[in-house]
């Protein structure tokens, strides 16, 4: 079975410092991942997403995660955090079988210290 | 822009009541989702339908039903509500391919007392 296993469901960073989000994967087949964020009161929407193509990924607002097979990881990182980053990230691994059913980690609330 | 559409944001209902949640798109996607999202739990899949009147269980089914009787429609229902069910409820949908992304809609804080 697939799953995502994110470390720290609570991250404090100071304004202007890096941000780094952990994700680690478990999948039997190449896996297809995502990272989504919620800000509050709202639904979730899509960051990034990695499909194969290539192992860095860049995402919106200055989002980046790197793909790392040998570590099955999906770390989420941007060097210079603001207020606005405030928010709950997921990360969410998709099974294969054309269903596209998706299986989403407890997510990291993200707080930003100014 | 994909727009995914929830009936209310906020809701309030007692035990026993029968709820009704709906979801609209409006982008033609073949897939629809019901997730409940509680603290410390992350997101889970409680139905998701890959057609009209097409329905998978999720995860956490239980004492939950779906419809999907319109391609852009599909509503969740809570046949007898009960405190445990007390949750944000969100709804997504995406295009049948493995690597496309869910929309999803602003969600529905549901209270039962």
């Known amino acids: 079975a697939q799953s995502v296993t994110q470390l720290g469901s609570h991250v404090s960073v100071s304004e202007g410092a890096l941000v780094l989000l952990r994700c680690n994967y478990s999948s039997s087949v190449p896996p297809y991942l995502f990272w989504y964020v919620q800000y509050p009161n709202q639904g979730l929407q899509l960051l990034l997403k990695?499909?194969?193509?290539?192992?860095l990924v860049k995402g919106i607002n200055g989002f980046e995660a790197e793909f790392k097979k040998s570590e099955t990881s999906f770390h989420l990182t941007k060097p210079s955090a603001h207020m606005s980053d405030a928010a709950e990230y997921f990360c969410?691994?998709?099974?294969?079988?054309?269903?596209?059913?998706?299986?989403f980690g407890i997510g990291t609330k993200l707080q930003v210290i100014p | 822009d994909v727009k995914v559409t929830q009936s209310s944001r906020y809701l309030v209902k007692r035990t026993g009541e029968k709820v009704f949640l709906e979801c609209v798109q409006d982008?033609?996607?073949?897939?629809m989702f019901w997730y409940r999202q509680d603290p410390g739990l992350g997101l889970r899949l409680i139905y998701f339908?890959?057609?009209?009147?097409?329905?998978e269980k999720g995860d956490i089914p239980e004492g939950y039903s779906v419809s999907r009787e319109k391609k852009e429609r599909f509503s969740l229902i809570l046949e007898s509500a009960s405190t445990n069910q007390t949750s944000m409820y969100l709804c997504?949908?995406?295009?049948?391919?493995?690597?496309?992304?869910?929309?999803f809609g602003p969600g529905t804080r549901l209270t039962v007392l």
């Open positions: 969410a691994v998709n099974h294969s079988g054309g269903y596209q059913k998706v299986t």
């Open positions: 982008m033609d996607h073949e897939n």
């Open positions: 990695y499909t194969s193509a290539a192992t």
């Open positions: 339908s890959y057609d009209v009147k097409m329905k």
């Open positions: 997504a949908s995406c295009v049948r391919s493995s690597y496309n992304e869910q929309f």
